[in-house]
T-cell receptor, first 113, second 111 residues
Framework: KAGVTQTPRYLIKTRGQQVTLSCSPI?????VSWYQQTPGQGLQFLFE???????NKGNFPGRFSGRQFSNSRSEMNVSTLELGDSALYLC????????????FGPGTRLTVL | GENVEQHPSTLSVQEGDSAVIKCTYS??????FPWYKQELGKRPQLIID?????GEKKDQRIAVTLNKTAKHFSLHITETQPEDSAVYFC??????????FGTGTRLTVIP
């Protein structure tokens, strides 16, 4: 099976812009979780989707949003970008709805100038 | 919410020695504890995990122990090799598929 894929791999934006990142889970996996990784804050949970429903959300402002499509692919959107949003955004997929092994994608490196 | 603490932040060992990384968690509802290895510029890779109904799990040179009463779990790597050098993250999950990560341990294995 192909692994988790994310596009784009690298992105440069300026403050105030918005960005959409995409994640394709492993075939058959219905749960997609998103994480932000920064040197200062480490790996932080953003949100999780299962069968097109957001079930959990981390402690991030409303500028961070996401969605999941019927084919389990997921997107996350960040509006009104701030310098502090520069980070590696990772998604992970799981086959089961609870406490299942999560397989990570390669990430999208977002730089906000 | 869940809070995971991880120690030490850096660890250097001689090749062939053992390495131990310790984590504590705060939410007694957490029932799944994975460990990930992340090499520079790469994605986190699961190396071992343990569930709350098990006290210890081993996979070749890697073992994890869990003490639910004390709310701590540890990663043990024996016979370390230079390719074990990476950043290791512990995590805890109170349910669903949301992981709360520790701050990471940079392990350096000196040949």
């Amino acid at each position: 099976k192909a692994g988790v894929t994310q596009t784009p791999r690298y992105l440069i934006k300026t403050r105030g812009q918005q960005v959409t990142l995409s994640c394709s889970p492993i075939s058959g996996h219905r749960s997609v979780s998103w994480y932000q990784q920064t040197p200062g804050q480490g790996l932080q949970f953003l949100f999780e989707y299962f069968s097109e429903t957001q079930r959990n959300k981390g402690n991030f402002p409303g500028r961070f949003s996401g969605r999941q499509f019927s084919n389990s692919r997921s997107e996350m959107n960040v509006s009104t970008l701030e310098l502090g949003d520069s980070a590696l955004y990772l998604c992970a997929s799981s086959s089961q709805p609870t406490t299942d092994t999560q397989y990570f994608g390669p990430g999208t490196r977002l730089t906000v100038l | 919410g869940e809070n995971v603490e991880q120690h030490p932040s850096t660890l250097s060992v001689q090749e062939g020695d053992s390495a131990v990384i310790k984590c504590t968690y705060s939410d007694s509802a957490s029932n799944y504890f994975p460990w990930y290895k992340q090499e520079l510029g790469k994605r986190p890779q699961l190396i071992i995990d343990i569930r709350s109904n098990v006290g210890e799990k081993k996979d070749q040179r890697i073992a994890v122990t869990l003490n639910k009463t004390a709310k701590h779990f540890s990663l043990h790597i024996t016979e370390t090799q230079p390719e074990d050098s990476a950043v290791y993250f512990c995590a805890a999950s109170p349910g669903a598929n949301n992981l709360f990560f520790g701050t990471g341990t940079r392990l350096t294995v000196i040949p």
